[in-house]
């Protein structure tokens, strides 16, 4: 039972515990990305101000060159983790290769390998739509000591060990789980602390929301079209209701609280979908599994994928549980 007004602070302590490789390492890492969190949600906020404070590439009044948010973003996350030296490396959607990190003492013995999308939903910035941060931790694979290699990264997602997300919304929220459930915390940004608002969060496992680019229609598979035309039925509590923001972490949320499916699924364009594994999927499927939802790519679940680059794209199905079953039957008879 959550307890009333438990800041996000007072929840780690009281939850070290229940990790098993528990020294605080994870707890550290938690509190470096709610910190980043804090730092670009300041920056999101301010982004309306464009016309006064200068736009993207222009030097505002105050003489300081302005950055697109994506890069800012970016360069937050991976300064405040690597400041705190307490990950041995990082893999940034914004950033070609991996970056090794070195540890107190200029070692390499940190444990964890963060994996981060630092702002997703980027076309929604400009119109004042909300946008979030995804975040992926593993423990390394290879021995502490030596420098991190490519295949630390490259680890299917079932092998995370924590997962989540900061949505810069309406309110400001931080979603994630260690492997024991999903929590939300809200920020009050008054007081600049997170209050866990939302304890052990569930996906219904049915629901009437279904979240898709439909302008891509005539591009997707058969079975996603069946699935839809199966959606847009007159039956039961069908119709579904469309709804789609564009920025994943945004349809997540929404569908996590409500009941849906989102789908991106391959295209004509894009053969292998749009969608990054290990910046995007494999973190939003590992919430989704840990809150009773599902996630797959319609033929696999997207936890057991080995990935093979860095960079790796993959269809994306995941919600409700029996939402995300039925779309993978129209996938599977089509
Ligand atoms: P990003 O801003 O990190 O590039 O991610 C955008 C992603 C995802 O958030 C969203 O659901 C999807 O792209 C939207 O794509 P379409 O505009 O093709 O629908
Ligand atoms: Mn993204
Ligand atoms: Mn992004």
Redesign the pocket.
């Known amino acids: 039972m959550a307890q009333k007004n438990q800041t996000l602070g007072e929840f780690i302590i009281e939850n070290q515990s229940e990790f098993k490789y528990s020294s605080g390492e994870l707890s550290r890492l938690i509190n470096s990305i709610r910190l980043a969190a804090k730092v670009v949600n300041h920056e999101v906020n301010k982004a309306g101000l464009v016309d006064i404070l200068g736009a993207a590439g222009e030097t505002n009044v105050q003489g300081e060159s302005q950055q697109k948010l994506?890069v800012y973003a970016n360069e937050a996350f991976i300064k405040t983790l690597t400041n705190r030296e307490i990950v041995c490396g990082i893999a940034s959607?914004e950033e070609d290769h991996f970056i090794t990190i070195k540890g107190r003492n200029q070692n390499h013995d940190n444990k964890y390998v963060v994996l981060i999308?630092p702002?997703?939903?980027?076309?929604n910035i400009d119109v004042n739509v909300s946008v979030g941060t995804i975040f992926s931790v593993y423990r390394r694979i290879t021995p502490s000591g030596t420098p991190v290699t490519l295949e630390d990264f490259l680890q299917p997602g079932r092998n995370q060990v924590a997962a989540g997300y900061i949505i810069y919304g309406t309110s400001t929220m931080i979603v994630y789980t260690t492997g024991h459930g999903v929590n939300g915390f809200t920020l009050n940004p008054a007081l600049g602390t997170y209050y866990h608002s939302h304890p052990n969060m569930k996906f219904p496992q049915d629901g009437t929301i279904y979240s898709v680019?439909e302008g891509?229609y005539v591009h997707f598979p058969q079975g996603v079209k069946d699935y839809i035309k199966f959606c847009q039925e007159e039956e039961g509590d069908r119709p579904y209701t469309s709804r789609?923001i564009?920025?994943?972490?945004s349809?997540f949320h929404r569908n996590m609280i409500k009941g849906g499916i989102y789908i991106?699924p391959n295209t004509a364009k894009n053969p292998d979908g749009?969608?990054r594994l290990l910046y995007?999927c494999n973190p939003m499927a590992m919430i989704a599994e840990q809150a009773g939802g599902m996630a797959s790519d319609g033929f696999r679940r997207i936890l057991d994928i080995e990935p093979t680059e860095l960079h790796q794209r993959v269809p994306f199905i995941c919600g409700s549980s029996n939402m995300v079953r039925k779309a993978e039957k129209f996938m599977q008879n089509a």
């Open positions: 994506d959607e999308d702002l997703d939903g980027s076309s680019n891509n789609y564009g920025s994943l972490v349809d991106y749009k969608l995007e």
